[in-house]
């Protein structure tokens, strides 16, 4: 089993497209570790192989997962087959300012292997004046996440270094959430997590992109039990709960928070984010997608539009 970093390697396809393939396309399937992390086997690398020759060939990468899947099912055990031509070429398009935020990538894990917390402080103001927040969570903020995951995985930075960066994050998530006027006379939403989910940087940077939009956002955090999300809603009288499912092992107390409101509150949506959105379901459930941004202006018209 290889971590992401060394799947890279190995394919040549950089670490962030392999998460947005596998996010878009859902055709590489790795597996996770106890801790979340991304590991990868020789199939997954023959198909991202594969993908990676299609799309250098000319195919859109959203074509080419479709071929990929066509000649190499998603039951485990057989690679792609020999007509399509093993090859390494990372794919998605890079964006115009992609080599300046791989650099403060590079720094926040080189500052968070230090224990440097005055240097993680500076290249998060640096990356967060370079544009919306919005644009900076999706395009750089949460593959920097990731890369400082992998970074603890490989042994490049300690649990010390990864906590460090979390909290300094989770400070300046903070800090937006409340520099975003709350609106209360615009819809209610109730943002947080299932019973035992803490991994909340996504859905609080989330709930901030909400409250920037305009919403009247309620956020409750990590680890809420299912009767305390209905509580919360008859409290609140929400529009909407939002909640996000990270790994796998989460999905189960998801679905329960989702049949607890479906049986108190049966007209409410809910809507999930998450890398395992996909794993729940319910008559009013929406998925997020993994785009900030767009998710979180989507929720947003669609709570307030005229009826």
């Known amino acids: 089993m290889y971590t992401i970093k060394r799947a890279a390697e190995l394919t040549g396809v950089p670490a962030a497209t392999l998460r947005a393939w596998e996010r878009r396309y859902g055709v590489i399937e790795p597996e996770r570790t106890e801790a979340g992390y991304r590991v990868y086997d020789e199939e997954s690398l023959a198909r991202i192989r594969a993908l990676a020759s299609l799309v250098a060939d000319g195919w859109t990468p959203s074509q080419a997962a479709k071929e990929v899947a066509r000649v190499a099912p998603t039951a485990k055990g057989a690679p792609p087959g020999p007509e399509i031509v093993l090859r390494t070429l990372a794919a998605d398009p890079i964006p115009a300012d992609a080599s300046a935020a791989g650099n403060r990538t590079e720094h926040l894990v080189d500052a968070a292997a230090r224990l440097d917390a005055a240097a993680v402080a500076r290249v998060l103001d640096?990356?967060?004046?370079?544009?919306s927040f919005e644009s900076v969570v999706d395009g750089w903020l949460m593959p920097a996440l990731a890369e400082v995951g992998d970074a603890w995985a490989d042994q490049r930075i300690s649990v010390a270094g990864e906590h460090l960066v979390a909290h300094a994050v989770l400070r300046r998530l903070a800090t937006s959430y409340d520099a975003a006027a709350s609106r209360p006379g615009g819809p209610t939403v109730i943002v947080g997590l299932p019973a035992e989910v803490h991994h909340e940087l996504g859905i609080f940077a989330f709930a901030v992109a909400l409250r920037r939009g305009g919403l009247d956002v309620v956020y409750l955090g990590p680890n809420l039990p299912a009767d305390a999300w209905c509580a919360a809603m008859d409290v609140h009288v929400a529009r909407c709960a939002v909640l996000a499912i990270p790994r796998a092992q989460d999905a189960?107390?998801?679905?329960?928070?989702?049949?607890?409101?479906?049986?108190?509150?049966?007209?409410?949506p809910v809507a999930v984010g998450g890398d395992r959105q996909g794993d729940v379901g319910g008559a009013l459930v929406t998925a997020l997608g993994h785009a900030l941004g767009p998710a979180a202006a989507a929720l947003t018209a669609s709570l307030t539009a005229e009826p």
């Open 252 to 268: 189960p107390a998801a679905q329960a928070v989702i049949d607890a409101l479906s049986a108190s509150h049966p007209t409410v």
């Open 126 to 131: 640096e990356r967060f004046a370079a544009g």
